[in-house]
């Protein structure tokens, strides 16, 4: 069956740094999503993406956050200088229709 | 923001009884409902959801159930396995232009052999 994948499974950053997060969708799939568990925390939206555009975006996707979608198969979710509190897990999810969401297995991103 | 909650954090049953999971939400836009269970170090995965203009879909062994009036939805498991031992989310979503998903806190259940 097909699957949602992601990489890296974990990564370790430093403050400041960029981190690129990145996602290959169920091939179908037309809807792309981004969301984000901070330990102990709800599962957050950060960002939709349809037809090669943000659809909508939460407060939380600021201007050190971006999404691309670069060659048709890969979906990126990138933050250019990374703080603190933006340690979490963070989870793609793709969908054929709007009411669908398949989610990966996250990456887990740790900043020192 | 508390618009979808679930205020059980655990739920312990036995194998071979009915797990019921309980989600409330306050926001009357939302008109679809999803569940999904997530095992640890894995990402949440799609269980089975609701339209607003419907009040119960079943699959398999697994039933949800929608009161509007009550803005309250319940997840039923029955029999409950071992395997179903997890994280259950309730999740919602406005419809329309608006596909995010918001997300309640979860419960985790746990099915005794």
Same mark, same amino acid.
């Given at each position: 069956?097909?699957? #949602?994948?992601?990489?890296?499974? @974990?990564? #370790?950053?430093?403050?400041?740094?960029? #981190?690129?997060?990145?996602?290959?969708?169920?091939? &179908? @799939?037309?809807?792309?999503?981004?969301?984000? $568990?901070?330990?102990?925390?709800?599962?957050? *939206?950060?960002?939709?993406?349809? &037809?090669?555009?943000?659809?909508?975006?939460?407060?939380? *996707?600021?201007?050190?956050?971006?999404?691309?979608?670069? %060659?048709?198969?890969?979906?990126?979710?990138?933050?250019?200088?990374?703080?603190?509190?933006?340690?979490?897990?963070?989870?793609?999810?793709?969908?054929?229709?709007?009411?669908?969401? *398949?989610?990966?297995?996250?990456?887990?991103?740790?900043?020192? | 923001? $508390?618009?979808?909650?679930?205020?059980?954090?655990?739920?312990?049953?036995?194998?071979?009884?009915?797990?019921?999971?309980?989600? %409330?939400?306050? &926001?009357?836009?939302?008109?679809? *409902?999803?569940?999904? !269970?997530?095992?640890?170090?894995?990402?949440?995965?799609?269980?089975?959801?609701?339209?607003?203009? !419907? %009040?119960?879909?079943? %699959?398999?062994?697994?039933?949800?159930?929608?009161?509007?009036? /009550? !803005? @309250?939805?319940?997840? @039923?498991?029955?029999?409950?396995?071992?395997?179903?031992?997890? #994280?259950?989310?309730? /999740?919602?979503?406005?419809?329309?232009?608006?596909? !995010?998903?918001?997300?309640?806190?979860?419960?985790?259940?746990?099915?005794?052999?």
């Amino acid at each position: 069956e097909p699957e #949602v994948t992601q990489t890296p499974s @974990h990564q #370790v950053t430093q403050m400041g740094q960029e #981190v690129i997060l990145r996602c290959v969708p169920i091939s &179908n @799939h037309l809807y792309f999503y981004w969301y984000r $568990q901070i330990l102990g925390q709800k599962v957050e *939206f950060l960002v939709s993406f349809y &037809n090669n555009e943000i659809s909508e975006k939460s407060e939380i *996707f600021d201007d050190q956050f971006s999404v691309e979608r670069p %060659d048709g198969s890969n979906f990126t979710l990138k933050i250019r200088s990374t703080k603190l509190e933006d340690s979490a897990m963070y989870f793609c999810a793709s969908g054929r229709e709007l009411n669908e969401q *398949f989610f990966g297995p996250g990456t887990r991103l740790t900043v020192l | 923001d $508390q618009q979808v909650k679930q205020n059980s954090p655990s739920l312990s049953v036995q194998e071979g009884r009915i797990s019921i999971l309980n989600c %409330d939400y306050t &926001n009357s836009m939302f008109d679809y *409902f999803l569940w999904y !269970k997530k095992y640890p170090a894995e990402g949440p995965t799609f269980l089975i959801s609701i339209s607003s203009i !419907k %009040d119960k879909n079943e %699959d398999g062994r697994f039933t949800v159930f929608l009161n509007k009036s /009550a !803005k @309250h939805l319940s997840l @039923h498991i029955v029999p409950s396995q071992p395997g179903d031992s997890a #994280v259950y989310f309730c /999740a919602a979503n406005e419809g329309g232009a608006t596909n !995010k998903l918001i997300f309640g806190t979860g419960t985790l259940l746990a099915v005794q052999p």
